[in-house]
C-alpha cells in the first residue's frame, strides 16, 4: 500500500499539522495531492476540536509547484481536475488560523500557498521563488496579489518577473517571513506559536483573524468601521462576565 501523500496529526491541544507527504517529487502538486489536500483541509474547518493549523512538507522541500511530469501527461485533463480541487481555494475558503512551517523550498504554486498562510516560518534551507514567467503560465492562486502585500509593489515586481530565487536570510529581511530557524527546531516553533494561539478565548480566534484580513484591503476608515460593526454584531461580553 503507498503512502498517504498527505499527513494529517491532530494534537489534543487544539491544532493539527498537514504534511505535504510526495518527497521524491519535491511534493509538487499531483492531482490526487490537490484532492486529499482539499479534502482534509476542509474536514478540519469542520471540526471543532481543531483551531489552529500548521502546514509543512517532508523532506528536503516545502513544494516544488505544480507535478510538471503529471500535467505534461494530459494539460486539459490535469488541469480541470486542479481547479475543481484547487489547494488555493481551499485555504482561502478556510478561517481558522495556518502557520505555514516551511521546511525547503517553496516554488510557484508552492511559493503561492504559503502567502495564503496567517503567519511565515521557515527553516535556514528554506527559499521561495516565483516561476510562472519561466514556464508561461499566468498565476491563480494569488501571488501576484499578495507577494506586494508582504514585501511592497517594487520588490515584488523584481522577484516575479525576474524568477529568482530569495533566501530564508533575504525572506525575514524583507518581511516575506517572520522568523528564521534551524531545520530541526522549525516544526517546534510552529508547535509554540499555535499553542500560543490556543491559549486565548475559543470563539475570539477565528473571529479575530477573520477582521484583520476583511480588513487589510479597506481604507482605514471603512476598516474601522467593519470592526465597530462586527462587535456590535457579536454582542460580546468578556470572559467570566
Known sequence: MSEDVLLVEK?????????LNRPK?????????CTRFCEAFAALQEDDQIRVLILTGSGPAFCAGLDVKEMRVDP???F??????SPGAAVQAGRKPLIGAINGAAVTGGFEIALLCDILICS???SFMDTHTRIGLMPGWGISQLLSRRVGISCAKEISLTARKVSSAEAVAIGLVNSVHPREQLLDEARRIAREMLAGVPRILS???ALIDDGFGLPLSDAMALERERVQNARQRPVGS
Do not use: I
Request: glycine fraction near 4%; charge should be negative.
Open 11 to 19: 494534537h489534543p491541544d487544539g491544532y493539527a499539522v498537514l504534511t
Open 124 to 126: 535556514e534551507n528554506a
Open 76 to 78: 486539459d485533463a490535469f
Open 80 to 85: 480541470t481536475s486542479v481547479r475543481a480541487n
Open 207 to 209: 473571529d479575530y483573524c
Open 25 to 33: 517529487s519535491l511534493n509538487a502538486w499531483s492531482v490526487d495531492l
